[in-house]
């Protein structure tokens, strides 16, 4: 099984609500920053959301904040998205990515298209239409 699987895209209208999942396997997750990517059509991935290891903080690019909400659940060993509010602008897919540097979440923004993370997921798409 990949290190790192999302879960819990789909179709949803304008306003709606969905919760990504990003399941950690072989590896406990807790040790981890974990930040949440997304690439829309014909645009750059970009950094959504990031949860430190060290207390659980959270960053978030501004374009969701008071929208989504990264939180995580060390006894699944995975941690979760959840987007409210949903506007046709957050269609993209998502993908989730994991560091052991205990302040990734500081500059995570800018590995939206490096290697060098430790873990990368697959992604899943996230299509938001009415």
């Known amino acids: 099984q990949a290190p790192l699987v999302e879960s819990g895209g789909g179709l949803v209208q304008p306003g709606g609500s969905l919760r990504l999942s990003c399941a950690a396997s072989g590896f406990t997750l807790d040790f981890y920053d974990v930040g949440w990517f997304r690439q829309a059509p014909g645009k750059e991935r970009e950094g959504v959301a990031c949860?430190?290891?060290?207390?659980?903080?959270?960053y978030y690019a501004d374009s969701v904040k008071g929208r989504f909400t990264i939180s995580r659940d060390s006894a699944k060993n995975t941690v979760y998205l959840q987007m409210d509010v949903l506007k046709p602008e957050d269609t993209a897919i998502y993908s989730c990515a994991a560091d052991i540097d205990r302040w990734w979440c500081t500059y995570y923004t800018t590995t939206a298209n490096s290697a060098d993370n430790d873990y990368w997921g697959q992604g899943t798409q996230v299509t938001v239409s009415s």
């Open positions: 949860i430190t290891s060290s207390d659980d903080s959270t």
